[in-house]
């Protein structure tokens, strides 16, 4: 056999063929990566000295999957549909071929790689490894035969909560479930494929007994899969409106599963297409490089991050506690102080019950939180005994002036190399650095609440914030399992002024008449996972007051508070925290609250305003258009100007639909000479806080979009 191939390594154990998949980073199968798979198996197929083959991978991965850049930019179904067909009858070609496959399963198995596993005649999995169908999470469904072979390993039920949720299993869990033959340890995995290669080849195992597709006893009979597709489509209606794969995947099941296996791959081969030429897959895909990609801003490309292993917390509230979670989760050593010896246990008890969750769903055990904290963690109240630490967080009382207190002191207690980062939400990160002497060291890490949960960490530079700051401040964010979006400091920074902007129109709308319960109802439908006024009651009523005025004395005149706002802040009705805000939280569901009711109407009486119908749509497109200008206003003023990182961070930030792709890409769609229209409507109609951006106006003008056009 040829042994040299780019993405290849190919070696002879005896008389079986062993190919290692090596084409880093990921063990992509790219373009290349296919044809030389393709050519070393057939050639191992032809070759009369090869009597079994082996295939397993390097690093973490065994075969990570499909390059999916390569559908971004293809809008002809049947040219996807000419691909995958390729794809999946070559992979059929292994599954019917002469000689028995081993799949040595050494890491990630994933999409394309389980494929392909699935086409191997024996599949022996590394402990600890992952095997999924992930493809719903990009908008895709698997196109080489996984909804056919998968129910056929592990059965329907099992197989329909793979495929339509994405979510991996364990190489232990795939064992019990027949999706693999053995898990051996990382050690001894060749050796144990070797050993199963033998026993094909002197006939201990039956080659034409392990085809996939000759496994048919874990297949339901008509009435048991019209049952299950039937529950399964209702369960995906509840959990995954405004997606397309869920669907189609079920599709595949529906249409599928009969002893024609090669005729069923071909219809999902046809749905997949579907899929991938779906606006829907567009987005998902772009988010998902998008993430991929974040934090990888221009100003630091080539340098180097500082080492960070041991972090100081300041603060051991509901941040400070969430904070310590990722610290130990991620193997760093973690520092906490607070003011007194009480403050501390609170803060100890706070991070254990961060740990609640993983401990009831058996991830890790009491004995295993109580080991961490124990040889990771260590609590003081003393400042001097963060001397040695590499990083430290602040998130203590919302007061610059105890917040500098703090920085001064330290600054002459750590070593001048080490990273000053703050939590703060709403104070000027670069007035906070000017008490240092060096205030390029300090930089905003802003996490979003509960901080062990939500993924996005917005990154704040000051005006000083220096380079290599910055840069260990991205790489601490990606060693913490964190997505990083980069914005320069300003009121609200990113995430915070933006929601604002997204749902600050439901005031004014308010205060024209509409009703409130339908601004709920609007938003959700639009694919938000909460309305202006349930979100407003789980921030705090009184709190997004306070920044609402924090915004109209830095921004200016645009951002006068509206008099309706005022009016439900002198409520005294603050949200969840007091029981009642817009709903009350007093019985079983929450319900209008009618002190809030009364007010808002008192307010139109007094303002002779009658209720106004208005639709949905007119609704989405009033929110979205504040929202789109809002974007443009922070661009303008320098806050951030990648819109790919704007858009990042308000799915991960506020739960914006992913499958829209962003606020800004769902700009485009709609067309920016149509937002400029509908927000010169509005300035008409409610004033200078919907006045279009400068910005707004020159794209409706010139036709340009925020994404470059593909």
């Not at 086409?119 to 999995?125: E, K, S």
């Not at 509409?514 to 407003?536: C, H, I, Q, R």
Request: with cysteine; hydrophobic share 40%; aromatic share 6%.
């Amino acid at each position: 056999m040829k042994k040299e191939y780019s993405t290849i390594r190919v070696t002879l154990e005896d008389s079986v063929a062993v190919l290692t998949i090596d084409n880093p980073p990921v063990n992509q199968m790219s373009a290349q990566m296919g044809q030389d798979f393709r050519e070393a198996v057939t050639e191992a197929f032809s070759d009369e000295t090869v009597n079994a083959i082996v295939v397993t991978g390097t690093g973490k991965n065994f075969i990570a999957g499909a390059d999916i850049t390569q559908l971004q930019t293809i809008k002809d179904r049947n040219e996807v549909f000419q691909i995958a067909l390729t794809a999946a009858r070559f992979l059929n070609g292994i599954e019917v071929g002469p000689k028995p496959v081993i799949a040595a399963i050494n890491g990630n198995c994933l999409g394309g790689g389980l494929e392909t596993a699935m086409v191997c005649h024996y599949r022996i999995a590394a402990q600890g490894v992952n095997l999924g169908q992930p493809e719903v999470q990009i908008g895709l469904i698997p196109g080489a035969g996984g909804t056919q072979r998968l129910p056929r390993l592990i059965g329907l039920p099992n197989a329909l909560e793979m495929i339509t949720t994405g979510k991996p299993i364990k190489a232990d869990k795939a064992f019990m479930q027949g999706l693999v033959d053995e898990v051996a340890p990382h050690d001894q995995l060749l050796e144990k494929a070797l050993e199963a290669a033998r026993s094909f080849i002197s006939g201990k195992l039956t080659l034409s007994l392990r085809v996939t597709r000759n496994i048919n006893d874990r297949l339901p009979s008509a009435a048991e899969k019209t049952a299950m597709v039937n529950y399964a489509r209702y369960t995906a209606m509840q959990k995954a409106k405004g997606y397309v794969a869920p669907f189609k995947a079920i599709d595949a099941f529906e249409q599928g599963l009969s002893f024609d296996i090669e005729a069923d791959i071909e219809k999902e081969v046809g749905l997949f297409a579907d899929c991938a030429i779906s606006e829907v897959a567009k987005n998902l895909i772009a988010v998902f490089l998008n993430t991929r990609a974040a934090g990888k801003v221009p100003r630091i490309k080539g340098l180097k991050p500082a080492k960070i292993t041991k972090v100081a917390m300041l603060g051991g509230g509901v941040m400070g506690s969430g904070i310590i979670n990722l610290l130990l989760k991620a193997g760093l050593e973690g520092v906490l102080w607070d003011i007194n010896d009480e403050a501390i246990q609170k803060g100890v008890a706070a991070v254990r019950k961060t740990f609640a969750y993983p401990i009831k769903k058996k991830k890790m055990t009491r004995k295993d939180l109580d080991g961490m904290i124990d040889t990771r963690l260590t609590t003081t109240t003393a400042l001097e005994d963060l001397k040695d630490v590499d990083l430290v967080i602040e998130a203590v009382l919302e007061d610059m002036d105890v917040k500098q207190g703090i920085w001064k002191k330290l600054e002459d207690i750590c070593r001048p190399d080490v990273v000053f980062a703050t939590n703060t939400s709403a104070l000027p990160i670069t007035e906070m650095a000017t008490i240092l002497t060096d205030p390029a060291r300090m930089i905003g890490l802003h996490f979003f609440n509960p901080a062990d949960r939500m993924p996005l960490l917005e990154i704040i530079c000051a005006k000083k914030t220096s380079d290599q700051t910055l840069t260990t401040s991205v790489a601490f964010g990606r060693t913490i399992k964190k997505i990083p979006i980069v914005v320069n400091d300003g009121p609200g920074f990113y995430v915070s002024r933006q929601l604002g902007g997204l749902f600050g129109g439901a005031v004014f709308l308010s205060a024209d008449g509409v009703d409130g319960s339908l601004l709920e109802e609007a938003m959700m439908d639009y694919g938000m996972p909460m309305g202006p006024a349930t979100l407003a009651d789980l921030t705090g009523i009184d709190i997004n007051y306070h920044v609402n005025k924090t915004f109209e004395k830095r921004l200016g005149e645009r951002y006068t508070v509206h008099p309706l706002t005022k009016v439900i802040y002198n409520t005294g009705c603050y949200g969840r925290k007091t029981g009642a805000g817009y709903f009350d939280y007093s019985g079983e569901k929450p319900v209008p609250n009618p002190k809030v009711v009364e007010a808002v109407q008192g307010y139109l009486k007094e303002k002779g305003v009658a209720p106004r119908k208005m639709s949905k749509q007119e609704i989405i497109d009033a929110m979205l258009a504040l929202g789109i200008n809002e974007a443009a206003l922070m661009m303008e003023e320098g806050i951030c100007d990648r819109v790919q990182d704007m858009d990042l961070a308000m799915i991960y930030g506020t739960g914006f639909p992913p499958y829209r792709g962003g606020l800004l890409r769902y700009a485009d769609k709609w067309g920016l000479k149509n937002v400029h229209e509908k927000l010169q409507a509005m300035e008409k109609q409610y004033g200078l806080r919907f006045k279009p951006a400068k910005m707004i106006r020159e794209m409706a003008e010139s036709g340009k979009t925020f994404y470059l056009k593909v």
